[in-house]
């Protein structure tokens, strides 16, 4: 098995460009069900997730070319019509976002079924919101042997529907299904991270009649059909916030680009209150040596609040405070898996119930640690950059899913990181 080799204590100087969203990409991947015309992303980083979501649509029928996402972040998606209309366990086991297909295919074909994902490693992560909405729209649900069946014989119709919790994907699910419902739609209690303002931006690219509305609320009128269109996806803005931690916490001279600061202004937020100077340009930034001495408070939320899947890498970087710091983790229930790996490496981090408590420590020293999902796998690594000495990080499948070219990415900025 894979494992990545850190030895810490470079300053990383240079440059690193940031890839395209894979949240975003993934909900956009399943869009193509929604038409018999091409849809071509560009800027889609080529991920493990991405290659498992492009598995999942052609086990639907749907052309997924992955040559031209390796060689150019591109992908054409064009679905045939088949009479497939079945996500398999062992596809969906391998990503929950898989569950993405389920709204465009039973607004296309009138039926689905998939195969119930199970929860991870950081939460039960139930699916009872997507199907519920999509109940809503009049989609008859079973549950057998482990797959969701679900049927709406005379097509979906229009409804009013309000969430009773802030979900992205069934956000995302519900938005692809009323796209092509008889009438009209009004989602409210929606998620509106950047990820699905682009879906909805290509989703009327598509022809689509969607207006997003103040107070978390949608308007869907459902069209009879929608056609292809070409959409570059937004950067990834957990990338520029994991690299902007890296940048600060190995005190190097750091530039990231291909942001888009309207999507990070928390994030931002977050570093000026811990005192991180960084000095913004058009679609850059650059991470002047700062004094982290001071304590924060944080509470991961739904955006605009400061997000969950930053959460661990935060942990590296407020533990170099000179003072603590509080994390409480609102989203998931069990995402502090980080936490025992992080302080076997030296850090003091003290969990009770939500709330983590980051206490300052004397620096990381080099381990043998395990990853336990994508996010803890990179604050591992960020921990690695400054650890003294060697560290191993094992179970490196995770980084794979969600970091494109992570080690060649640090190692052009002075990182001695290798893959073994
Ligand atoms: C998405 C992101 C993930 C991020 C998360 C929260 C993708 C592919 N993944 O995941 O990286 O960490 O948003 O920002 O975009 N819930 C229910 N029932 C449901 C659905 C969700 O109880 O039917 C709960 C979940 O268990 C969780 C919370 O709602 O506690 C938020 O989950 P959700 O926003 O749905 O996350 P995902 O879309 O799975």
């Known amino acids: 098995m894979e494992k990545i080799v850190i030895i810490g204590e470079e300053p990383l100087q240079g440059t690193i460009a940031i890839s395209g969203s894979k949240n975003a990409s993934l909900p956009l991947m399943a869009a193509s069900i929604l038409t018999d015309e091409t849809i071509t992303l560009n800027n889609t980083p ?239 930034l650059k991470i002047k040596e700062s004094n982290i001495n001071k304590s924060i408070e944080l509470d991961t939320k739904e955006y605009p609040g400061f997000p969950t899947d930053l959460q661990a890498q935060m942990m590296v970087l407020l533990s170099l405070s000179k003072n603590s710091s509080v994390i409480r983790e609102n989203i998931f229930e069990n995402r502090f898996m980080h936490v025992p790996e992080l302080n076997r490496m030296g850090a003091n981090i003290e969990i009770i119930g939500s709330q983590a408590t980051v206490k300052p420590c004397s620096g990381f020293s080099g381990a043998q640690v395990m990853a336990t999902d994508l996010r803890a796998s990179v604050s591992l690594v960020l921990a690695s950059l400054i650890a003294k000495g060697e560290t191993t990080i094992n179970r490196v499948y995770h980084l794979d899913r969600g970091y494109e070219k992570l080690e060649d990415k640090l190692a052009a900025c002075g990182a001695n990181i290798k893959r073994v």
Do not use: W
């Open 46 to 284: 080529n991920l493990a997730d991405i290659h498992t979501m492009g598995s999942v649509l052609d086990s639907l029928g749907v052309n997924f070319d992955k040559t031209r996402l390796i060689d150019n972040n591109q992908i054409q998606l064009t679905y045939k019509e088949s009479n497939r209309a079945l996500a398999e366990y062992d596809l969906v086991r391998k990503m929950r976002a898989s569950i993405l297909v389920l709204g465009p295919l039973l607004a296309r074909k009138r039926e689905a079924t998939v195969s119930m994902p199970g929860g991870c490693a950081i939460g039960a992560r139930p699916v009872n919101i997507h199907v519920d909405a999509l109940a809503k729209l009049g989609g008859e649900f079973n549950l057998e042997k482990g797959y969701i069946k679900c049927e709406a014989k005379s097509g979906l119709k229009g409804a009013k529907i309000k969430l009773p919790m802030i979900s992205v994907g069934a956000t995302e699910n519900i938005i692809m299904a009323a796209t092509l419902a008889k009438g009209e739609t009004e989602i409210s209690n929606i998620a509106i991270e950047p990820e699905i303002i682009d879906l909805i931006d290509c989703l009327k690219a598509m022809g689509g009649k969607i207006e997003i509305q103040p107070d978390r609320k949608v308007l869907i009128q459902g069209v009879d059909e929608l056609h292809g269109t070409t959409h570059t996806i937004i950067p990834d803005r957990i990338e520029v916030g994991t690299y902007i931690i890296a940048g600060a916490i190995t005190k190097g001279e750091l530039e990231i680009k291909n942001i888009n600061f309207e999507h990070i202004e928390n994030l931002l937020l977050a570093f000026d209150n811990l005192g991180i100077d960084l000095l913004k340009d058009k679609d850059s």
